[in-house]
């Protein structure tokens, strides 16, 4: 069991502050998703995590840093780029000379091997590999020391349909033996149905930080559908108590309001009601809101 | 330390550089020293002994005309030992597995000079053999082991500065062209240029003075540890005297230590 505690990690890149004073805690148990705009510091803050770059602040893994480990590998897998190894070595070399350097027997190289499913193509040259294979063989040499803490970038990149719900599955297994697993990911459907937690930065500044469902609900944009008979009595009612009215097909789509506050109001006007229904916003809409301002390189935006 | 270096050693043994190189570097030796061989034991002048030896160990370096081929060679595996790990995207892999950079960087300098050392070792004794199979006389003891030791302590110390080169630069290419340039063009050019102004002054035989930085190329002045007669005998004249094997391998040593250090201090300070 792991608990991975990031405090006032910063970074500055010539003028430029790319991750500024962020702070969090990755559980054991628990999937971690890690969201940002693309060049918010997601990278670079994992390589601060693991003190491959020099910036401010600490990372621990159960109390220590990441260079205080004995043999890290048998703590924290990390995954940090793609293709990661020399394109004419055996993808079973390639694990096999990270494995020696922590002590790591030969047997564990098979294992992670067929768990990737790459035993078939051990003898293989990764320069021959497809992206998704070679995220495959990165992932098996972040397992290969049987870590309970997992720090993955972009672990989803190339693998097709059945290798993100295989990589699904196997983070939720991990997660679910106890290990902490901290995962950047562009794919935001992938992240709702996978993350327990979330970390959301944007230009390097932390924007949310907490459980899933919570981000989701604190969005603005979850709407509740209101279908009534008597929607021109109803509508200037929620209109004056602050709700931004849309209609979608004959229902009425109302923002800004409880479902409670509508039905409260719908009674006081004597509004028949004939559905209620609230709309949580996804996690891409929540997503997008949240980078919305911070987006640095969004059409028209700040640049 | 013993993990870094359990890295190094799988490193090298799983990677083809590692073969091709060191195979170029004996088959190169064992071609040329037969031909050096197969002539000298035709010629009238020489019968092998101590000169033999040395022409044919250092395919023609030892009189001072020719860059000795195998340092060049095996010189590469040195870069490469660095500078596969920016080509590749391997640096930040190897420091997720082993964190002390002072481990990882001394255990590349330990293989590259184990190896190496052993290359030129290789050559050495391919030269031997030539030696002995077309009968000619062996050298004395003296002449092999200062001659052998020489060759061996220049490659190492040449195949060192590449991977300092690599380190410094974080590019294979441009560590390739340094330690390829830097001793056969960057050095001549120095030497052209204080020879002309030294032949252009009022006392251009006097001796010392400005022409002694030519003492301090580090590549020329390491050569003296296997040459036994140089271009530079022929800038006499000028007042010049070089420095003999143990001073010109002193030289070369704090060159290649002082890169080493800057490679050091970098690696650590540098983002990965």
Not at chain 1, 173 to 194: D, K, T, W, Y
Not at chain 2, 86 to 114: D, E, F, Q, S
Not at chain 2, 125 to 137: E, K, N, T
Request: aromatic share 6%; with cysteine.
């Amino acid at each position: 069991m792991a608990l991975i505690e990031a405090r006032g990690l910063g970074k500055t890149y010539g003028a430029k502050r790319a991750v500024d004073d962020l702070s969090f805690v990755v559980r054991p148990g628990s999937v971690t998703g890690f969201l940002g705009p693309n060049g918010s510091g997601k990278s670079t803050t994992m390589r601060l995590m693991l003190g491959l770059d020099n910036g401010d602040g600490s990372t621990t893994f159960d109390g220590r840093r990441f260079g205080e480990l004995e043999h890290p590998m048998r703590h924290v897998g990390a995954l940090l780029e793609a293709k990661p190894f020399h394109p004419t070595r055996h993808a079973r070399d390639h694990l096999r000379m990270l494995a020696a350097s922590n002590r790591i027997p030969d047997g564990r190289v098979d294992e992670v091997m067929d768990l990737v499913g790459l035993g078939s193509v051990a003898k293989g040259k990764p320069g021959k590999f497809s992206l998704g294979m070679g995220q495959r063989l990165g992932l098996a040499a972040a397992l290969l020391g049987n870590p309970h803490t997992l720090i993955l970038d972009e672990p989803s990149n190339g693998l097709d349909p059945q290798g993100i719900h295989w990589l699904r599955d196997l983070l939720k297994h991990l997660a679910g033996e106890g290990r902490a697993v901290f995962v950047s990911s562009h794919l935001l459907q992938e992240m709702a149905v996978l993350a327990d937690q979330l970390v959301v930065i944007g230009r390097g500044r932390m924007l949310a930080n907490g459980a899933v469902s919570e981000f989701i609900s604190r969005s603005s944009l979850g709407a509740v559908e209101v279908r009534s008979p008597d929607a021109a009595v109803l509508a200037p009612r929620l209109t004056a108590l602050g709700a931004e009215l849309t209609s979608e097909g004959g229902v009425l789509v109302a923002r800004g309001l409880t479902a409670e506050q509508i039905g409260d109001e719908a009674h006081a006007v004597g509004a028949r009601l004939h559905q209620l229904v609230t709309r949580q916003a996804t996690l891409e809409e929540a997503f997008l809101e949240a980078t919305g301002l911070a987006e640095e390189f969004r059409g028209g935006g700040e640049a | 330390m013993i993990d870094a270096l359990r890295y190094e050693y799988l490193r090298l043994r799983t990677i083809r550089s590692t073969y091709w190189l060191i195979g170029s570097a004996v088959a190169f030796q064992l071609v040329m020293s037969i031909v050096l061989a197969a002539s000298i034991s035709s010629s009238d002048t020489f019968s092998g002994g101590d000169s033999a030896f040395e022409i044919i160990a250092t395919i023609g370096a030892s009189s001072g005309f020719a860059p000795l081929f195998i340092a060049y060679i095996i010189g590469l595996f040195g870069v490469l030992s660095m500078g596969h790990e920016y080509r590749h995207g391997m640096i930040r892999a190897t420091l997720t597995a082993i964190p002390h950079r002072t481990y990882v960087l001394a255990a590349k300098i330990v293989a590259t000079t184990v190896v190496s050392a052993l290359a030129a070792l290789v050559c050495i004794l391919v030269a031997l053999l030539s030696i002995v199979g077309f009968g000619l006389d062996l050298p004395t003891a003296k002449a092999l082991v200062d001659l052998g030791l020489g060759t061996i302590v220049f490659t190492v110390l040449f195949a060192l500065s590449g991977l300092a080169f690599a380190a410094i630069t974080r590019n294979q290419t441009a560590a390739v062209a340094l330690l390829l340039l830097v001793p056969s063009v960057l050095e001549s050019i120095i030497r052209a240029i204080v020879i002309a102004i030294k032949g252009a002054s009022d006392e251009p035989g006097e001796d010392g003075g400005f022409i002694q930085i030519l003492k301090f190329l580090p590549y020329d002045a390491g050569g003296k540890l296997y040459t036994r007669a140089s271009l530079d005998d022929l800038l006499s004249f000028l007042g010049y005297t070089p420095f003999g094997p143990l001073g010109g391998g002193i030289v070369m040593a704090v060159f290649v230590a002082a890169l080493l250090a800057i490679s050091y201090v970098l690696f650590v300070r540098r983002d990965a």
